[in-house]
């Protein structure tokens, strides 16, 4: 034979093979355009001057990008590579009767991947450029940059792709040979044709799915907070998904075996023959709607959490910063302090700017780290020996008086001598602070009068700490006695001396850069470090910052928000590509498996329009199986991805649940739209 033949061959095997093989080249091609692009906006040459920074998140969030999609690539290439060579089995195994020896047919595999290659990734690498100025100019106007850019070729982007698609397309080939060297020509004659025996009920895997998926839906509704939703995450995410996969493999298996003792519905025409013919290629149809349940979840969880970060933006913005202009320190019980004489102060000098105040919140706190026994919370030395463990981790107290409660939340707060009001429940009400080991410890005692809202938090700690309880005290006296007992102690044991938090927070009519320049002069020369009260003495502090809600830290948030939800649209996009790709090769597949017997079904008098319905029948059981089990994933892991948000300084539980039902409306659309073209593909299949 001439050298030239076996690229021809190649060539035509993948045009006769279009409507297997173009899908196929398709996905590669859209792939590899999304890694290069991934991959572009990972390097920084589209930040101009004075952007580095801002763009450093995108650059973060689009390598995790090349990493998720990497791994992705490998795995589902290797998928829809296996359907395709399932449907060219008769077609190799001719060859190889006709007299192609196997290392023949390894050479024209061969020469269909380098086609594959060029094709697919050179065609990626160039559809992602064409679109990478449209990306980053998306991915910019969501991180409220502006959006216009220059258009820049990335050779480093262009290597690794070729380079890595190259890769994978290697392994798919590897994976070729192996299934040729292990099957004999007769096998591969028959391998398309092949059916399956009834399988059995697998109970014990039914079991284990049943349990695997209630300890993943446990997690979910048991958690309560959020460093351990972010510890417990992917722990309730690794038992759901082999709760999933069990689910497709055993439990409806079961269930369609149960459907043929319900004589309304299984002695029904289309229902008898989608049973029936579903329950015989089950064990093949599992692991294929386990993955479209998967990627389905997926999909929704990335796109409502990123919609929920980046519409929760301004909302994550005054949680962290509740006034425009924020002052916080720190002072000692020592030094010379009082809150009202700097508010009143710094109101004056703000307003010599010419700026109006409008609204103050002031408040005072100390934090304690505690481990709590009961009803007694004891204050000690921190261990030395390193980190305590996660079953083991201590109790943030954060102690605040009512006038401050007051300040934030605008609730009078009615507490007596020794009362307290906190967002924990004690045991009978009854309260006990202990400070140090010894006989000699101090302790003060009190009786918890009201239970305050669990959602209730400071911008100072928020839910950062491991473990955080807010108590209220009456007063300043009250946070007084409770740092001295701690300082008493802390003498005992060389203990740092304990201090007050302080913030005061203004809001006034001034824009941008109005405000910096308050900031300007009250931190220029002989500021706030020097401030002096009514009489003439120095106001003492340790420490004493202004930080400015809008400016920089309004760029920074949406820097970050923006290049999450950037992230989540782009891979969403990619995975509902492999979803709609998985079930087209699922339709095409067992579209031809069943013509033939629907052509001897005809033969014995079923009509065209029975084997409409029929094919609607189970069309529907087996496509929106996936839909309405990710739609359960969904619900429950909506709690999970509350809790994280909220690490993000975003509490609107109502804004993540309408973005969550939103975005299951979206992909339902979609995944309709789907279902409609693979459903009229397979009967077109069917009825030629």
Same mark, same amino acid.
């Given at each position: 034979?001439?050298?030239?033949?076996?690229?021809?061959?190649?060539?035509?095997?993948?045009?006769?093979?279009?409507?297997?093989?173009?899908?196929?080249?398709?996905?590669?091609?859209?792939?590899?355009?999304?890694?290069?692009?991934?991959?572009?906006?990972?390097?920084?040459?589209?930040?101009?001057?004075?952007?580095?920074?801002?763009?450093?998140?995108?650059?973060?969030?689009?390598?995790?990008?090349?990493? &998720? *999609? #990497?791994?992705?690539?490998? !795995?589902?290439?290797?998928?829809?590579?296996?359907? %395709? /060579?399932?449907?060219? $089995? =008769?077609?190799?195994?001719?060859?190889?009767?006709?007299?192609?020896?196997?290392?023949?047919?390894?050479?024209?595999?061969?020469?269909?991947?380098?086609?594959?290659? &060029? *094709? #697919?990734?050179?065609?990626? !690498?160039?559809?992602?450029?064409?679109?990478?100025? %449209? /990306?980053?100019?998306? $991915? =910019?106007?969501?991180?409220?940059?502006?959006?216009?850019?220059?258009?820049?070729?990335?050779?480093?982007?262009?290597?690794?792709?070729?380079?890595?698609?190259?890769?994978? *397309?290697?392994?798919?080939?590897?994976?070729?040979?192996?299934?040729?060297?292990?099957?004999?020509?007769?096998?591969?004659? =028959?391998?398309?044709?092949?059916?399956?025996?009834?399988?059995?009920?697998?109970?014990?895997?039914?079991?284990?799915?049943?349990?695997?998926?209630?300890?993943?839906?446990?997690?979910?509704?048991?958690?309560?907070?959020?460093?351990?939703?972010?510890?417990?995450?992917?722990?309730?995410?690794?038992?759901?998904?082999?709760?999933?996969?069990?689910?497709?493999?055993?439990?409806?298996?079961?269930?369609?075996?149960?459907?043929?003792?319900?004589?309304?519905?299984?002695?029904?025409?289309?229902?008898?023959?989608?049973?029936?013919?579903?329950?015989?290629?089950?064990?093949?149809?599992?692991?294929?709607?386990?993955?479209?349940?998967?990627?389905?979840?997926?999909?929704?969880?990335?796109?409502?959490?990123?919609?929920?970060?980046?519409?929760?933006?301004?909302?994550?913005?005054?949680?962290?910063?509740?006034?425009?202009?924020?002052?916080?320190?720190?002072?000692?019980?020592?030094?010379?302090?009082?809150?009202?004489?700097?508010?009143?102060?710094?109101?004056?000098?703000?307003?010599?700017?010419?700026?109006?105040?409008?609204?103050?919140?002031?408040?005072?706190?100390?934090?304690?780290?505690?481990?709590?026994?009961?009803?007694?919370?004891?204050?000690?030395?921190?261990?030395?020996?390193?980190?305590?463990?996660?079953?083991?981790?201590?109790?943030?107290?954060?102690?605040?008086?009512?006038?401050?409660?007051?300040?934030?939340?605008?609730?009078?707060?009615?507490?007596?001598?020794?009362?307290?009001?906190?967002?924990?429940?004690?045991?009978?009400?009854?309260?006990?602070?202990?400070?140090?080991?010894?006989?000699?410890?101090?302790?003060?005692?009190?009786?918890?009068?009201?239970?305050?809202?669990?959602?209730?938090?400071?911008?100072?700690?928020?839910?950062?700490?491991?473990?955080?309880?807010?108590?209220?005290?009456?007063?300043?006296?009250?946070?007084?006695?409770?740092?001295?007992?701690?300082?008493?102690?802390?003498?005992?044991?060389?203990?740092?001396?304990?201090?007050?938090?302080?913030?005061?927070?203004?809001?006034?009519?001034?824009?941008?850069?109005?405000?910096?320049?308050?900031?300007?002069?009250?931190?220029?020369?002989?500021?706030?470090?020097?401030?002096?009260?009514?009489?003439?003495?120095?106001?003492?502090?340790?420490?004493?910052?202004?930080?400015?809600?809008?400016?920089?830290?309004?760029?920074?948030?949406?820097?970050?928000?923006?290049?999450?939800?950037?992230?989540?649209?782009?891979?969403?996009?990619?995975?509902?590509?492999?979803?709609?790709?998985?079930?087209?090769?699922?339709?095409?597949?067992?579209?031809?498996?069943?013509?033939?017997?629907?052509?001897?079904?005809?033969?014995?008098?079923?009509?065209?329009?029975?084997?409409?319905?029929?094919?609607?029948?189970?069309?529907?059981?087996?496509?929106?199986?996936?839909?309405?089990?990710?739609?359960?994933?969904?619900?429950?892991?909506?709690?999970?991805?509350?809790?994280?948000?909220?690490?993000?300084?975003?509490?609107?539980?109502?804004?993540?649940?309408?973005?969550?039902?939103?975005?299951?409306?979206?992909?339902?659309?979609?995944?309709?739209?789907?279902?409609?073209?693979?459903?009229?593909?397979?009967?077109?299949?069917?009825?030629?």
């Amino acid at each position: 034979m001439s050298k030239s033949f076996y690229p021809q061959l190649a060539l035509q095997n993948c045009v006769k093979n279009g409507k297997f093989y173009f899908p196929y080249l398709l996905t590669v091609l859209c792939t590899a355009a999304a890694f290069y692009i991934c991959e572009a906006l990972s390097e920084s040459p589209w930040a101009i001057e004075g952007e580095a920074v801002r763009y450093d998140y995108l650059t973060m969030f689009m390598t995790i990008g090349v990493v &998720i *999609l #990497g791994g992705f690539s490998v !795995i589902f290439l290797l998928y829809t590579n296996s359907f %395709l /060579m399932k449907r060219r $089995a =008769r077609e190799l195994g001719l060859y190889n009767v006709l007299g192609m020896g196997k290392g023949h047919i390894a050479l024209v595999l061969s020469y269909e991947s380098l086609y594959t290659w &060029i *094709l #697919g990734a050179g065609g990626g !690498i160039l559809v992602g450029m064409l679109l990478q100025r %449209l /990306m980053i100019m998306l $991915a =910019r106007r969501l991180m409220r940059v502006d959006p216009l850019v220059r258009f820049s070729i990335v050779p480093k982007a262009i290597l690794t792709t070729a380079a890595f698609f190259g890769f994978c *397309l290697l392994l798919t080939l590897l994976g070729n040979f192996w299934r040729l060297g292990r099957q004999n020509p007769v096998e591969l004659l =028959r391998g398309s044709q092949m059916g399956e025996r009834q399988p059995k009920t697998r109970f014990f895997i039914a079991l284990l799915g049943l349990c695997t998926l209630g300890g993943g839906y446990g997690i979910a509704v048991t958690v309560k907070n959020p460093i351990d939703a972010l510890a417990q995450y992917f722990l309730a995410v690794g038992l759901v998904m082999i709760g999933t996969y069990c689910l497709f493999s055993a439990l409806s298996i079961l269930v369609l075996k149960l459907l043929r003792f319900s004589r309304n519905y299984y002695y029904k025409t289309p229902h008898f023959i989608g049973v029936s013919g579903m329950i015989h290629r089950m064990n093949r149809n599992a692991v294929g709607l386990a993955n479209i349940c998967i990627l389905s979840t997926m999909v929704m969880v990335m796109i409502s959490g990123t919609l929920s970060l980046y519409l929760g933006t301004e909302d994550s913005l005054h949680t962290r910063y509740p006034a425009q202009l924020n002052f916080r320190g720190r002072y000692r019980l020592t030094q010379n302090f009082d809150l009202e004489e700097v508010e009143k102060i710094f109101r004056e000098r703000v307003e010599e700017q010419g700026a109006e105040v409008t609204g103050s919140i002031a408040y005072q706190l100390t934090a304690m780290e505690m481990r709590q026994s009961g009803s007694t919370l004891r204050c000690q030395a921190k261990d030395q020996e390193g980190p305590p463990s996660l079953s083991d981790l201590p109790l943030t107290t954060v102690f605040l008086t009512a006038e401050g409660y007051r300040s934030l939340t605008g609730e009078t707060l009615d507490l007596g001598r020794g009362e307290l009001a906190s967002t924990a429940a004690f045991p009978d009400g009854a309260v006990s602070f202990v400070f140090g080991d010894g006989e000699e410890s101090g302790r003060l005692d009190y009786r918890q009068t009201k239970l305050l809202p669990g959602d209730f938090y400071l911008p100072d700690y928020g839910v950062m700490a491991m473990r955080t309880a807010y108590v209220v005290l009456p007063d300043m006296d009250a946070l007084e006695e409770l740092l001295n007992q701690w300082n008493a102690a802390g003498r005992n044991a060389n203990w740092r001396e304990g201090s007050v938090k302080w913030y005061l927070g203004l809001d006034t009519g001034a824009d941008v850069q109005e405000q910096q320049q308050i900031e300007k002069a009250l931190f220029g020369p002989a500021g706030p470090e020097e401030m002096t009260d009514s009489s003439g003495e120095r106001i003492e502090w340790d420490a004493m910052l202004l930080e400015l809600r809008e400016g920089m830290n309004t760029e920074e948030y949406y820097s970050i928000n923006g290049g999450f939800f950037f992230l989540g649209i782009f891979l969403g996009l990619i995975f509902i590509m492999a979803m709609a790709l998985i079930m087209y090769y699922k339709q095409i597949s067992e579209g031809y498996e069943d013509r033939e017997r629907f052509k001897i079904m005809q033969q014995v008098g079923l009509t065209k329009r029975e084997i409409r319905r029929s094919i609607n029948s189970q069309v529907l059981l087996v496509f929106f199986a996936p839909l309405a089990v990710a739609g359960v994933h969904l619900a429950f892991d909506f709690g999970l991805v509350k809790l994280l948000l909220t690490l993000f300084s975003v509490y609107n539980s109502r804004l993540a649940a309408w973005c969550s039902l939103a975005t299951f409306g979206v992909f339902t659309l979609l995944y309709l739209a789907v279902y409609l073209a693979t459903a009229r593909t397979y009967y077109k299949i069917v009825s030629e």
